[in-house]
């Protein structure tokens, strides 16, 4: 008897994980088109699906990138290569076409793409369609790498949802990353706390530390440590920690400390700020920032704290039909043990 229940309880929780399996795959194949790198001689890393090229000063190349449209009817992308930046959440992000420059970037992907050249290609229903985009290299030498991704984006409406009055308009684009260097040798990343700050992000207070990676170089595994006290006290105040972030070459980012339920008021502060990266990286920051009674104005009657989302009922409604199932397959268990009593 225990034996045919455990078989009914393995029974379960593959059905549940097969219908959740299939949820996740439905969504994915949604979007309704794929995109493929077509990898040149010149790949340096052959184990790679995204272009990681070596390359020459003054190499002028064409990369290839396959479209497949898997709809029923035709439709249009726009193709562009934007360059690799660190967006506020410590991601290396390709999705930005015109993002702001780091003051530290020498060359970077619109320096070597022309734009002009950005296809918008139609595919037709249930077919392949090869595009283009070429890059020259600059005649200097450079060290490091360049980084960015060509972002293949589908030209519609996108689907549109409504929540609470508000329309939401999804749209889906595929990256493939784009790695140039000249030399296999790696360049050391770094970091500068180039700014200290209070802050607002959707409604939310926070200090935002602005940290720099100058280098050519990405910073991987990152993990940071930060403290507010009050100018020449030890009291802390606001303190987080982060890791499994990343930076890419060239690129900053606001990191921020968000006040919870703490009401900075004008003052001076210190920020204390401890870093390490993968590679036996490791930076200690100490800088002094003011808040003006004009900014505690501005960021006051603001929501400091997310609301959490209360997942209690869903919790309840789970646990209901997992007993429920149960219930039933002991009943047919036992059912059928009688018949055959």
């Known amino acids: ?69 898997q709809t029923n009817q035709a439709q249009k992308f726009q193709v562009n290569v934007n360059q690799a930046i660190t967006n506020a959440n410590g991601v290396i992000d390709y999705s930005q076409a015109n993002p702001k420059r780091d003051s530290s970037l020498k060359v970077g992907i619109k320096d070597i793409f022309d734009k002009t050249q950005l296809p918008v ?3 037709p229903a249930k077919s392949t369609k090869k595009v283009y985009v070429q890059y020259r290299m600059p005649a200097e030498k450079l060290d490091g790498m360049i980084l960015g991704g060509i972002n293949v984006k589908k030209l519609d409406r996108g689907q549109t949802t409504k929540s609470k009055g508000v329309t939401i308009s999804n749209n889906f684009a595929y990256v493939i990353g784009l790695r140039l260097r000249e030399s296999a040798l790696e360049v050391a990343p770094d970091m500068k706390l180039l700014d200290v700050k209070a802050g607002q992000i959707n409604s939310l207070n926070q200090v935002e530390a602005t940290l720099q ?42 990191y921020a400390l968000p006040w919870g339920s703490t009401q900075l008021s004008a003052g001076k502060y210190t920020l204390t700020l401890d870093a390490t990266a993968k590679g ?15 900014e505690v104005g501005k960021l006051a009657n603001k929501f400091n704290q997310p609301a959490t989302p209360n997942y209690f009922w869903w919790f309840v409604a789970g646990g209901v039909v997992i007993v429920l199932l149960l219930a039933i397959i002991i009943y047919l268990l036992l059912k059928n043990r009688r018949r055959q009593d």
Do not use: C
Request: proline letters at 4%; a positive charge.
């Open 1 to 69: 008897m225990k034996k045919r229940i455990w078989q009914g309880l393995i029974i379960l929780g593959t059905l549940l994980f097969t219908i959740g399996g299939y949820q996740q795959f439905a969504k994915a194949e949604s979007v309704g088109y794929t995109v493929n790198a077509v990898l040149p001689k010149n790949q340096d890393d052959k184990n790679a699906t995204y272009f990681a090229l070596r390359v020459k000063p003054n190499q002028e190349q064409r990369l290839g990138v396959v479209i497949g449209n």
């Open 121 to 123: 290609v139609t595919v």
């Open 213 to 254: 990676n100058p280098r050519p170089g990405m910073m991987r595994n990152l993990k940071v440590k930060a403290r507010v006290t009050k100018a020449g006290d030890s009291k802390v105040l606001l303190q987080n920690e982060k890791a499994n972030m990343a930076m890419a070459p060239n690129s900053h980012f606001a």
């Open 280 to 294: 036996g990286y490791q930076w200690h920051f100490t800088k002094n920032f003011t808040v003006t009674q004009k």
